[in-house]
Protein backbone atom coordinates (compact mmCIF):
# COMPACT_ATOMS: atom_id res chain seq x y z
CA UNK A 1 0.00 0.00 0.00
CA UNK A 2 1.17 3.10 -1.38
CA UNK A 3 1.52 6.23 1.98
CA UNK A 4 1.82 9.14 -0.43
CA UNK A 5 1.34 8.82 -4.10
CA UNK A 6 2.04 11.63 -6.86
CA UNK A 7 0.80 11.61 -10.35
CA UNK A 8 2.16 11.92 -12.69
CA UNK A 9 5.50 10.78 -12.15
CA UNK A 10 7.03 12.16 -15.34
CA UNK A 11 5.38 15.81 -17.19
CA UNK A 12 6.78 17.17 -19.97
CA UNK A 13 5.31 20.18 -21.34
CA UNK A 14 5.98 23.55 -23.46
CA UNK A 15 6.32 27.09 -21.83
CA UNK A 16 3.24 28.94 -21.47
CA UNK A 17 1.18 25.84 -20.53
CA UNK A 18 -0.92 25.14 -17.20
CA UNK A 19 -0.69 21.62 -15.85
CA UNK A 20 -1.54 20.42 -12.53
CA UNK A 21 0.57 17.69 -9.91
CA UNK A 22 -1.79 15.10 -7.80
CA UNK A 23 -0.87 14.43 -4.41
CA UNK A 24 -3.17 11.22 -2.04
CA UNK A 25 -2.21 10.02 1.32
CA UNK A 26 -3.76 7.17 2.97
CA UNK A 27 -2.34 7.96 6.59
CA UNK A 28 -4.59 9.93 7.95
CA UNK A 29 -2.25 12.89 8.19
CA UNK A 30 -4.05 16.09 8.84
CA UNK A 31 -1.08 18.01 7.22
CA UNK A 32 0.53 18.13 3.61
CA UNK A 33 3.22 19.55 2.21
CA UNK A 34 4.50 20.76 -1.46
CA UNK A 35 8.36 20.67 -1.85
CA UNK A 36 10.67 21.72 -4.88
CA UNK A 37 13.87 19.92 -6.33
CA UNK A 38 15.70 21.74 -8.37
CA UNK A 39 18.22 20.76 -10.57
CA UNK A 40 21.06 21.52 -7.67
CA UNK A 41 19.70 18.97 -5.69
CA UNK A 42 18.18 21.48 -2.56
CA UNK A 43 15.18 20.43 -1.32
CA UNK A 44 12.75 23.58 -0.32
CA UNK A 45 9.36 23.73 1.11
CA UNK A 46 6.43 25.40 -1.41
CA UNK A 47 3.53 24.88 1.11
CA UNK A 48 1.84 23.62 3.74
CA UNK A 49 -1.67 22.39 4.82
CA UNK A 50 -3.51 21.93 8.00
CA UNK A 51 -7.00 20.29 7.54
CA UNK A 52 -7.25 21.80 4.28
CA UNK A 53 -6.02 25.08 5.01
CA UNK A 54 -3.14 26.78 3.93
CA UNK A 55 -0.48 27.42 6.89
CA UNK A 56 2.70 27.81 4.88
CA UNK A 57 3.75 30.06 1.55
CA UNK A 58 6.90 30.01 1.06
CA UNK A 59 7.26 33.20 -1.40
CA UNK A 60 6.11 31.01 -4.30
CA UNK A 61 4.96 32.54 -7.18
CA UNK A 62 1.32 33.57 -7.26
CA UNK A 63 1.02 30.92 -10.76
CA UNK A 64 1.48 28.27 -8.14
CA UNK A 65 -1.83 27.62 -6.50
CA UNK A 66 -2.23 24.36 -4.22
CA UNK A 67 -5.56 23.11 -3.59
CA UNK A 68 -6.99 20.86 -0.89
CA UNK A 69 -10.25 19.19 -1.77
CA UNK A 70 -9.92 17.26 1.91
CA UNK A 71 -7.36 16.30 4.10
CA UNK A 72 -6.07 13.14 2.22
CA UNK A 73 -5.53 15.11 -0.75
CA UNK A 74 -2.91 18.08 -1.80
CA UNK A 75 -2.79 19.19 -5.83
CA UNK A 76 -0.69 21.78 -6.86
CA UNK A 77 -1.48 23.37 -10.15
CA UNK A 78 0.96 25.88 -12.29
CA UNK A 79 -0.42 28.48 -14.80
CA UNK A 80 1.70 29.75 -17.49
CA UNK A 81 4.93 27.50 -16.94
CA UNK A 82 8.23 29.22 -17.65
CA UNK A 83 11.64 26.87 -17.71
CA UNK A 84 12.96 27.31 -14.17
CA UNK A 85 9.64 25.24 -13.26
CA UNK A 86 11.35 22.62 -14.20
CA UNK A 87 12.20 20.88 -11.14
CA UNK A 88 11.46 17.52 -9.37
CA UNK A 89 8.30 18.12 -6.90
CA UNK A 90 7.52 16.17 -3.89
CA UNK A 91 4.40 15.81 -2.11
CA UNK A 92 4.89 14.81 1.78
CA UNK A 93 2.43 14.03 4.75
CA UNK A 94 2.99 14.17 8.68
CA UNK A 95 0.80 14.54 11.82
CA UNK A 96 1.01 17.88 13.66
CA UNK A 97 0.79 18.95 17.50
CA UNK A 98 3.08 15.81 18.33
CA UNK A 99 6.93 15.53 17.61
CA UNK A 100 5.87 12.94 14.96
CA UNK A 101 5.33 16.09 12.94
CA UNK A 102 8.84 16.04 11.61
CA UNK A 103 8.34 12.10 10.33
CA UNK A 104 7.22 13.69 6.99
CA UNK A 105 6.24 10.54 4.59
CA UNK A 106 7.12 11.89 1.29
CA UNK A 107 6.03 10.87 -2.05
CA UNK A 108 7.64 9.52 -5.11
CA UNK A 109 8.12 13.11 -6.62
CA UNK A 110 7.07 14.46 -10.01
CA UNK A 111 9.35 15.09 -12.47
CA UNK A 112 8.60 18.15 -13.86
CA UNK A 113 10.28 19.77 -17.81
CA UNK A 114 9.54 22.74 -19.00
CA UNK A 115 10.77 23.19 -23.10
CA UNK B 1 16.52 27.01 13.70
CA UNK B 2 19.67 26.04 14.84
CA UNK B 3 21.75 25.69 11.82
CA UNK B 4 23.77 22.15 10.94
CA UNK B 5 27.03 21.09 9.50
CA UNK B 6 27.99 18.15 7.90
CA UNK B 7 30.38 16.60 5.90
CA UNK B 8 30.18 17.13 1.78
CA UNK B 9 30.74 13.62 1.40
CA UNK B 10 31.99 9.84 2.34
CA UNK B 11 32.44 6.54 1.52
CA UNK B 12 31.92 3.15 3.28
CA UNK B 13 33.07 0.05 3.02
CA UNK B 14 29.65 -2.71 2.47
CA UNK B 15 28.53 -4.85 5.75
CA UNK B 16 31.10 -1.96 7.94
CA UNK B 17 29.53 0.76 10.24
CA UNK B 18 28.96 4.51 9.07
CA UNK B 19 29.44 6.83 11.07
CA UNK B 20 27.75 9.90 9.47
CA UNK B 21 28.57 13.26 11.90
CA UNK B 22 26.49 16.21 12.29
CA UNK B 23 27.43 19.49 14.13
CA UNK B 24 24.57 21.95 15.36
CA UNK B 25 26.79 23.91 18.34
CA UNK B 26 23.80 26.95 18.48
CA UNK B 27 20.77 24.01 19.13
CA UNK B 28 18.71 25.43 21.50
CA UNK B 29 17.19 22.96 24.51
CA UNK B 30 13.87 22.37 22.96
CA UNK B 31 15.26 21.57 19.48
CA UNK B 32 15.04 18.18 18.48
CA UNK B 33 17.88 16.37 15.85
CA UNK B 34 16.08 14.62 12.59
CA UNK B 35 17.38 12.41 10.37
CA UNK B 36 16.16 11.75 6.83
CA UNK B 37 18.07 10.24 3.79
CA UNK B 38 17.45 10.67 -0.02
CA UNK B 39 17.54 7.52 -2.29
CA UNK B 40 18.69 8.45 -5.84
CA UNK B 41 15.32 9.57 -7.80
CA UNK B 42 13.15 9.37 -4.38
CA UNK B 43 11.65 10.99 -1.71
CA UNK B 44 13.25 12.09 1.17
CA UNK B 45 13.13 9.41 3.99
CA UNK B 46 12.52 9.46 7.77
CA UNK B 47 15.17 7.71 9.73
CA UNK B 48 15.51 8.80 13.60
CA UNK B 49 15.41 11.80 15.38
CA UNK B 50 16.24 12.67 19.10
CA UNK B 51 16.17 15.25 21.74
CA UNK B 52 19.59 14.29 24.34
CA UNK B 53 19.22 10.48 24.98
CA UNK B 54 20.39 8.27 22.24
CA UNK B 55 18.31 6.42 20.60
CA UNK B 56 17.99 3.40 18.38
CA UNK B 57 15.14 2.28 15.43
CA UNK B 58 15.46 -0.21 13.05
CA UNK B 59 17.32 1.22 10.72
CA UNK B 60 19.95 3.49 12.50
CA UNK B 61 21.08 4.59 15.83
CA UNK B 62 21.78 8.50 17.13
CA UNK B 63 24.61 9.38 19.79
CA UNK B 64 23.77 12.44 20.49
CA UNK B 65 26.60 14.29 22.67
CA UNK B 66 26.61 15.39 26.42
CA UNK B 67 26.09 19.32 25.24
CA UNK B 68 23.77 18.23 22.80
CA UNK B 69 26.59 19.98 20.32
CA UNK B 70 27.21 17.60 17.66
CA UNK B 71 25.30 14.02 16.75
CA UNK B 72 26.36 10.83 15.21
CA UNK B 73 24.33 8.44 13.35
CA UNK B 74 25.68 5.44 12.53
CA UNK B 75 23.95 2.47 10.61
CA UNK B 76 25.16 -0.35 11.59
CA UNK B 77 26.03 -2.62 8.97
CA UNK B 78 26.10 -0.50 5.92
CA UNK B 79 24.69 -2.14 2.40
CA UNK B 80 24.65 -0.84 -0.76
CA UNK B 81 21.15 -0.17 -0.47
CA UNK B 82 22.26 2.44 1.84
CA UNK B 83 23.85 4.63 -0.84
CA UNK B 84 21.93 8.22 -0.72
CA UNK B 85 22.10 11.41 0.98
CA UNK B 86 21.85 12.01 4.55
CA UNK B 87 20.25 15.14 6.08
CA UNK B 88 20.59 16.36 9.63
CA UNK B 89 17.90 18.50 10.31
CA UNK B 90 17.54 20.64 13.81
CA UNK B 91 13.90 21.93 15.14
CA UNK B 92 11.51 22.62 17.56
CA UNK B 93 9.09 19.65 17.28
CA UNK B 94 5.96 21.40 17.65
CA UNK B 95 6.94 25.04 16.30
CA UNK B 96 5.42 25.28 12.83
CA UNK B 97 5.59 23.36 10.20
CA UNK B 98 8.52 24.27 7.63
CA UNK B 99 11.34 21.15 7.87
CA UNK B 100 14.53 23.11 5.71
CA UNK B 101 17.20 20.54 4.26
CA UNK B 102 20.80 21.55 3.68
CA UNK B 103 22.74 20.38 1.24
CA UNK B 104 23.36 16.76 3.20
CA UNK B 105 26.27 13.96 3.10
CA UNK B 106 26.59 11.95 -0.02
CA UNK B 107 27.31 8.58 1.75
CA UNK B 108 28.54 6.26 -1.31
CA UNK B 109 28.54 2.11 0.25
CA UNK B 110 30.94 0.24 -1.82
CA UNK B 111 31.51 -3.15 -2.40
Known amino acids: DTAVSQTPKYLVTQMGNDKSIKCEQNLGHDTMYWYKQDSKKFLKIMFS???????INETVPNRFSPKSPDKAHLNLHINSLELGDSAVYFC??????????????FGPGTRLTVL | DAKTTQPTSMDCAEGRAANLPCNHS???????VYWYRQIHSQGPQYIIH???NNETNEMASLIITEDRKSSTLILPHATLRDTAVYYCIVRVALNDYKLSFGAGTTVTVRA
Open chain 2, 26 to 32: TISGNEY
Open chain 1, 92 to 105: ASSQPWTPRLWEQF
Open chain 2, 50 to 52: GLK
Open chain 1, 49 to 55: YNNKELI
